[in-house]
Nanobody
Framework: QVQLVESGGGLVQAGGSLRLSCAASGSIFSINAMGWYRQAPGKQRELVATILRGGYTNYADSVKGRFTISRDNAKNTVYLHMSSLKTEDTAVYYC??????????????WGQGTQVTISS
């Protein structure tokens, strides 16, 4: 089993920055892909960004150039640095981890989520 604990959410004004962290524990040796998803009220959960153990990253078009995902394998932690935040970035952000190179929502491990609210 893998446990994921997110931190760093909060209330920020539009145009500001925020960094989310996700610490993994448990059977972490088996984890390859880690990433962030988000779910806004009334919307489906959507991919934000993923990073593989080797450092390959992937981003949703809506966050490219504004968000940066990074990973510290020694600390078993993945980060999401968010800048130029927009009101439409408001959502609950979830950390996810998977044993293979692609995060499968039905197979992945999930954190409890952290609220990010962007005010205008």
């Amino acid at each position: 089993q893998v446990q994921l604990v997110e931190s760093g959410g909060g209330l920020v004004q539009a145009g500001g920055s925020l960094r989310l962290s996700c610490a993994a524990s448990g059977s972490i040796f088996s984890i390859n892909a880690m990433g962030w998803y988000r779910q806004a009220p009334g919307k489906q959960r959507e991919l934000v960004a993923t990073i593989l153990r080797g450092g390959y990253t992937n981003y949703a078009d809506s966050v490219k150039g504004r968000f940066t995902i990074s990973r510290d394998n020694a600390k078993n932690t993945v980060y999401l640095h968010m800048s130029s935040l927009k009101t439409e970035d408001t959502a609950v952000y979830y950390c996810a981890a998977d044993r293979v190179g692609v995060i499968s929502p039905t197979r992945a491990y999930w954190g409890q989520g952290t609220q990010v609210t962007i005010s205008s």
